[in-house]
Nanobody, 121 residues
Framework: QVRLVESGGGLVQAGGSLRLSCAAS????????MAWFRQAPGKEREFVAA????????VYADSVKGRFTISRDNAKNTVYLQMNSLKPEDTAVYVC??????????????WGQGTQVTVSS
């Protein structure tokens, strides 16, 4: 069974940086796509970024392009989200997700529990 465990959230000042990690286990992920979503209080869940495990290709939401970087470490079965130039509007619970690579970009089968990111102004 696929298990996704996030870590790395916390409180940071505006303009600061954080790196989130998502440790994946339970299967081979070579033909999977991994993604980060976020959900702020009172708002719907929002796509942030995705990476195709085999190729390393990436895609980003416009709101984070140029500030966030998604990457994966095949040896550690871990996906990262490096977040720079953080803004108060980035405050949310960040959740890791995975699915087989040919599913639509916003459709995922497996989800982690999430990690809180709070950006103070």
């Amino acid at each position: 069974q696929v298990r996704l465990v996030e870590s790395g959230g916390g409180l940071v000042q505006a303009g600061g940086s954080l790196r989130l990690s998502c440790a994946a286990s339970g299967r081979t992920f070579s033909n999977y796509r991994m993604a980060w979503f976020r959900q702020a209080p009172g708002k719907e869940r929002e796509f942030v970024a995705a990476v195709w495990w085999s190729s390393g290709s990436t895609v980003y939401a416009d709101s984070v392009k140029g500030r966030f970087t998604i990457s994966r470490d095949n040896a550690k079965n871990t996906v990262y989200l490096q977040m720079n130039s953080l803004k108060p509007e980035d405050t949310a619970v960040y959740v890791c997700a995975s699915t087989i690579m040919y599913r639509p970009l916003y459709d995922y089968d497996y989800w982690g529990q999430g990690t809180q990111v709070t950006v103070s102004s």
